[in-house]
């Protein structure tokens, strides 16, 4: 199915989408979605334990905790600060650190 057919079915809610599976990516990389779908997660003030889900599998598609942390960043100004450092928590606490006492952190 061409991108521009799978873009009219969205637009259209097609409800046959999601049974056929056309909402999955099928050009972008794992690594990609994983970004995207980290990204999304944070837009949406996701619940915790979805984090643990999507921070394990943008690790073990390659992104390293550097770049989940600028995913933070990086979605700051669309998002806003609110749902940014809500989200640091859980993040912190999907790649195993204590939010509230991680070692080396520089306050400023």
Do not use: C, H
């Amino acid at each position: 199915m061409s991108y521009t057919d799978r873009l009219r079915r969205f637009a259209l809610n097609d409800a046959k989408l999601e049974a056929e599976l056309a909402v999955q990516p099928t050009t972008l990389e794992s690594r990609e979605v994983a970004l995207v779908r980290l990204a999304a997660l944070i837009a949406v003030g996701g619940a915790e334990p979805s984090y643990g889900t999507e921070v394990d599998d943008a690790v073990s598609a390659g992104v390293t905790t550097a770049e989940i942390v600028d995913i933070l960043a990086t979605v700051t100004p669309i998002v806003g600060l609110p749902l940014a450092v809500a989200a640091a928590s859980k993040v912190a606490l999907a790649l195993g650190l204590d939010p509230l006492d991680m070692d080396g952190m520089d306050p400023a």
